[in-house]
């Protein structure tokens, strides 16, 4: 009898411990072969590789992004540029390479970093604003903290790549390339 209570006992408490849904190590895309977070997808678009293009060369168009750094092969129609993205006193950077063809682009965001304000560190005597990878903030120790800022870095990167799909989406006369 006390063997059943037991095996009982065991059984029970293998089922209370079992987790509904798996644990998520980061809401961040990361490569699986690099480590490093990557933004990457290929949109469909009805536009001609011209188009979309001299498209990808206007944006962004306003606040709170901007492109630095822009180059532009048209014979290869790829478009490369520094974003960067002002959120307050945070500022989130990162390399974006679209690439045009007929009927679709492609785009790939990489080399995120984060740039916090110099008095969120802790001390009297702040040094300044710290920037850092974003890959030191994935691979730290999970904590309350760390999740929520990795979501909050995420739906911001997420409204910049939205951005660029509605400035890739405008339909109407053909941009002049810059």
């Known amino acids: 009898m006390k063997y059943l209570v037991l095996v009982l006992g065991l059984l029970a408490s293998s089922w209370a411990v079992a987790q509904e849904a798996p644990f998520q190590f980061s809401p961040l895309p990361l490569d699986a072969r690099t480590h490093q977070v990557l933004y990457t997808g290929t949109v469909p678009n009805a536009a001609t590789a011209a188009q979309l293009l001299a498209r990808a060369q206007s944006w962004p168009g306003s606040a709170p992004y ?9 014979e290869a129609g790829t478009m490369k540029m520094r974003v960067d993205s002002r959120h307050g006193l945070e500022n989130y950077t990162g390399q974006l390479t679209i690439r045009v ?10 080399d995120l970093t984060y740039t916090q304000p110099g008095f ?10 710290v920037t850092q990878r974003l890959e030191s903030l994935v691979y730290t120790r999970p904590s ?7 979501t909050e870095i995420h739906a ?13 989406h405008t339909e109407g006369p053909d941009l002049v390339t810059r």
Not at 67 to 73: I, S
Not at 101 to 110: C, F, I, V
Not at 144 to 150: A, D, G, N, S
Request: charged letters at 25%; proline letters at 4%.
């Open 66 to 74: 901007q492109a630095t750094l822009r180059r532009c092969n048209p």
């Open 156 to 168: 911001r990167l997420q409204q910049l790549l939205e951005s660029l799909h509605q400035t890739m």
């Open 101 to 110: 063809e007929d009927g679709a682009y492609t785009y790939h965001l990489t």
């Open 120 to 129: 969120a560190r802790a001390g009297k005597h702040s040094p300044g604003t």
């Open 144 to 150: 309350k903290y760390r999740t929520r800022k990795l």
